[in-house]
């Protein structure tokens, strides 16, 4: 009941929360809490960035203790967009927000621009990071890195203890 208060004023507060720097470039998303999950006294916030047409193109996972922010969680950014490691604020979690733009490189390579082949296409290189705890499984989407079973991933565990964040790394 705590944890759910707490990601439902996180969520408002990323709302209240968009002071940008007057000289930064256009975000192209905003963040807002996406899940979240508790193990004792710490609690692990999934944001997302969404684009105005709801599409998420850069996550992180927060780690909270007792409700203060203990860590930013790293950000995960899709191709086609990049991180200016500008925050948009000063306070929790506007000062873990990166401003997130578009790249102005396309998410993919190829030349080819018939919609059969673009719809074939993997995201190479996306990559998403999950906490995980008892009982607990991420939520990781293997359609995220294109269609599927054509299109694969892999997963790194990113720290040494019983609960390791994951990063599912699309190939």
Known sequence: MKFSKA???FSFLVLGCVAINASAQTPACTWSGISGNSHG??????FG????SNVTVATRVDTL?????QSCGAVSISAGYQNTNIKQGSTYPSLCNDIII???TPPSSSSTSSS????????T????VFQTGPGVIPAFNPSSCG???????????????SYPRLKYTCL
């Open 65 to 69: 203790l007792s409700g203060q922010v």
């Open 125 to 128: 290189g996306y990559s998403q």
């Open 7 to 9: 990601l439902a004023g």
């Open 49 to 52: 960035c969404k684009t105005s």
């Open 41 to 46: 006294n710490y609690s692990y916030v999934t």
């Open 102 to 104: 578009a790249s102005g």
């Open 147 to 161: 269609p599927q079973p054509q299109c694969k991933h892999s997963v790194t565990p990113l720290d040494q203890h």
């Open 116 to 123: 059969s082949s673009a719809s074939n296409q993997c995201n």
